[in-house]
């Protein structure tokens, strides 16, 4: 089998296409199913693969495939709560890759977590667009480009194949230090909001992630006072994912 695509819904005309492959901090999979929990969005689709962890998710006591597609409205979600093993990713994205070509994205937004040195702002997200629009867009919201570095995984994958098929895209990608991290995937949603013109009310991921981290800086408090000498403990580089 392999991996394909199984369409039960209908795919509106030049959708916008957001991607929510597990990332670090799980931020891109929390943000894409709170997206799907407050927008309502249907499912119209999934992705089955013998690449991946066969496994069945139970939500609402309904057995789901763990890869699926939703929509509302123009936008198409792919969202996923299993990862793809890097040797696998290639394939995925030129399965995926034929599928946009097909459907002709209006446009594709990549969402990732990058472990990251503390900034001033918390929970940054920084950006890397196949040009055009994107770039602007990256600038009015604000959102660090990153000049130099590597992209790994399944979105950058996607991000080469979309400019490939000169398809506009952006990767936006969420600094996290946490697993998981609500905040992180917050952030996100935000920045989603100012780009898609979205109205994603996030106060409740907000609580929910201010209660986590606090109980993970706790955690990382005690095992920095029992391994002082351990530098490794809150070394992070933002430039790569």
Not at 3 to 18: A, D, R, S
Not at 124 to 130: D, K
Request: aromatic residues 6%.
């Amino acid at each position: 089998m392999t991996t394909k695509m199984e369409i039960t819904g209908e795919i509106p005309e030049n959708p916008i296409v957001i991607e929510g492959f597990p990332s670090m901090g799980f931020v891109s999979t929390i943000a894409t199913r709170y997206m799907v929990d407050e927008l309502g969005m249907e499912q119209i689709g999934w992705i089955k693969s013998d690449r991946v962890q066969n496994i069945a998710v139970i939500h609402g006591s309904t057995p789901m495939h763990p890869i699926r597609l939703y929509k509302k409205n123009s936008i198409v979600l792919i969202f996923s709560e299993v990862a793809v093993a890097l040797p696998y990713t290639r394939e995925f994205s030129d399965m995926l890759g034929k599928w946009f070509n097909e459907i002709k994205p209006e446009k594709v937004i990549l969402l990732a977590g990058i472990s990251g040195k503390g900034t001033d702002k918390e929970h940054e997200i920084f950006g890397i667009a196949s040009g055009g629009e994107f770039d602007k867009e990256l600038k009015r919201l604000g959102i660090s480009e990153i000049e130099e570095g590597i992209l790994t995984g399944i979105s950058s994958e996607l991000l080469l194949n979309c400019m490939d098929s000169k398809i506009p895209a952006i990767c936006l990608m969420a600094e996290t230090r946490y697993m998981p991290d609500p905040l992180g995937a917050a952030s996100m949603i935000d920045i989603l909001n100012g780009l898609l013109g979205l109205k994603i009310d996030t106060r409740n991921l907000i609580q929910k992630g201010t209660e986590i981290e606090k109980r993970f800086r706790e955690i990382a408090e005690q095992m920095k006072k029992g391994r002082e000498d351990h530098k490794g403990i809150g070394e992070y580089s933002p430039m790569y994912g």
